[in-house]
């Protein structure tokens, strides 16, 4: 029997560039993102990753790019990833979910939206949920469900920085503070080894030259480091064909 979930975790980019970012940080930063799927809209702090099958994440990769790292999942566990807790739109948790929003929404002040959140953003429990379907930027109709995504959120010291209120999608583009609330994140980057990485996957063999060279010009990563990470480099066009 095909197995449902992997002992990888995933994510996936557009850009070649991202990867070696992460590889040159050492690291995950949770930045802010926009939750789709509900009726108002809400950044999260976060870091985001599908439990996929490696023989499924063909469709993971025609969503969010040919680039991706796939992470062991004990690596996920020791730093306190969580699967979330999908829901549907009109079942009980939903309209409770649903019903919590709005009722923040419609406080006149910024400390009364955050009582209403309080209880629930102390334990993050709203970060955690998604619905089970909805709008993906330019998908509609897109099933959240089928990314079984497990997520980093950092523990910031200040509740009220777990959660921001945006009016629509060109307001969260355009924002100045962005930059600012990443900062805030930064410290709290989701750290790995070379020894928790399992996968290295780029578009073609062209890319996979430079990414190996660009992993030799790292220095935080010694020769035997550097060796084991280039030797997790696969193409795109190889998974499609084996697959």
Same mark, same amino acid.
């Given at each position: 029997m095909a197995a449902i979930s992997a002992q990888t975790?995933?994510?996936?980019?557009k850009?070649?560039?991202?990867?070696?970012?992460?590889?040159?940080?050492?690291?995950?930063?949770?930045?802010?993102?926009?939750?789709?799927?509900?009726?108002?809209?809400?950044?999260v702090p976060e870091c985001c990753f599908c439990d996929t099958p490696?023989?499924?994440?063909? @469709? @993971? #990769?025609?969503?969010?790019? &040919?680039?991706?790292?796939? #992470?062991?999942?004990? =690596?996920?566990?020791?730093?306190?990833?969580?699967?979330?807790?999908y829901h549907l739109k009109e079942s009980y948790m939903g309209k409770t979910l649903k019903k919590l929003l709005q009722n923040a929404k419609k406080q006149k002040s910024e400390e009364a939206i955050y009582r209403q959140w309080v209880l629930m953003k102390k334990y993050q429990a709203v970060n955690y949920h998604k619905d089970e379907g909805g709008k993906l930027k330019q998908? %509609? &109709?897109?099933?959240?469900?089928?990314? %079984?995504?497990? %997520?980093?959120?950092?523990?910031?010291p200040n509740y009220k920085d777990l959660l921001r209120f945006v009016k629509n999608q060109s307001e969260f583009d355009s924002l100045k503070e962005r930059k600012g609330w990443d900062n805030l994140?930064?410290?709290? #980057?989701?750290?790995?080894?070379?020894c928790d990485v399992k996968y290295l996957i780029v578009k073609d063999d062209? $890319? %996979?030259?430079?990414?190996?060279?660009?992993? $030799?010009? #790292?220095?935080? =990563? &010694? &020769? $035997? $480091?550097?060796?084991?990470?280039?030797?997790k480099i696969i193409t795109c066009e190889l998974i499609n064909n084996d697959l």
């Open positions: 975790l995933f994510q996936f980019a850009e070649l560039e991202t990867l070696e970012k992460i590889l040159s940080s050492q690291g995950f930063w949770p930045k802010y993102c926009l939750e789709y799927g509900w009726n108002k809209l809400f950044a490696f023989s499924a994440i063909h @469709h @993971h #990769m025609k969503v969010y790019g &040919n680039y991706g790292i796939g #992470m062991s999942k004990q =690596w996920g566990i020791q730093k306190g990833l969580s699967p979330l807790m998908l %509609r &109709n897109y099933l959240y469900y089928d990314e %079984r995504e497990w %997520r980093y959120i950092p523990d910031l994140t930064k410290p709290f #980057m989701c750290t790995f080894t070379a062209s $890319d %996979r030259i430079q990414l190996a060279s660009s992993i $030799d010009k #790292m220095s935080h =990563w &010694n &020769n $035997d $480091d550097k060796e084991l990470l280039k030797s």
